[in-house]
């Protein structure tokens, strides 16, 4: 029932924009935070980005600035808008989801926080 559903990847070249969807079906947004996660190839998985059941955001160091996170709480969708994208931004992004007032207790930390939802994943390559 609970289903988060990832979309928008793709390829582009450095300095180019693309916009991330998540779908999430079987839950509402009022209790929950969602969360954006990227993982390269040889390399850890990486919190990139988080928006809370309070509309509160969090960003990386490394995306500050440049990606926005936003939620459309009819649409039951959340979104990643990435903006100058860089090489560095290759990735499978991920979207996931957790019970927002335990998201809270990380603060911080949030992306330290093993999430009970995930999506597929969706690819996003940077390269000229």
């Known amino acids: 029932e609970v289903q988060l559903v990832e979309s928008g990847g793709g390829r582009v070249q450095p300095g180019g924009s693309l916009r991330l969807s998540c779908a999430a079906s079987g839950f509402s947004f009022d209790d929950y935070a969602i969360g954006w996660f990227r993982q390269a190839p040889g390399k850890e998985r990486e919190g990139v980005s988080l928006i809370t059941n ?3 955001t969090y960003y990386a160091q490394s995306v500050e600035g440049r990606f ?3 939620i459309d709480n009819a649409k039951n969708t959340v979104y990643l808008q990435m903006n100058n994208l860089k090489l560095e931004d ?3 992004y991920y979207c996931a989801a957790n ?3 335990i998201v809270k ?3 911080n930390t949030w992306d330290h ?3 009970d939802y995930w999506g597929q994943g969706t ?3 940077v390269s000229s």
């Open 105 to 107: 207790a990380y603060g």
């Open 123 to 125: 690819q996003v390559t």
């Open 90 to 92: 290759t990735a499978v």
């Open 99 to 101: 019970e927002g007032d």
């Open 68 to 70: 926005t996170i936003s």
């Open 113 to 115: 926080l093993g999430y």
């Open 54 to 56: 309070d509309d509160d």
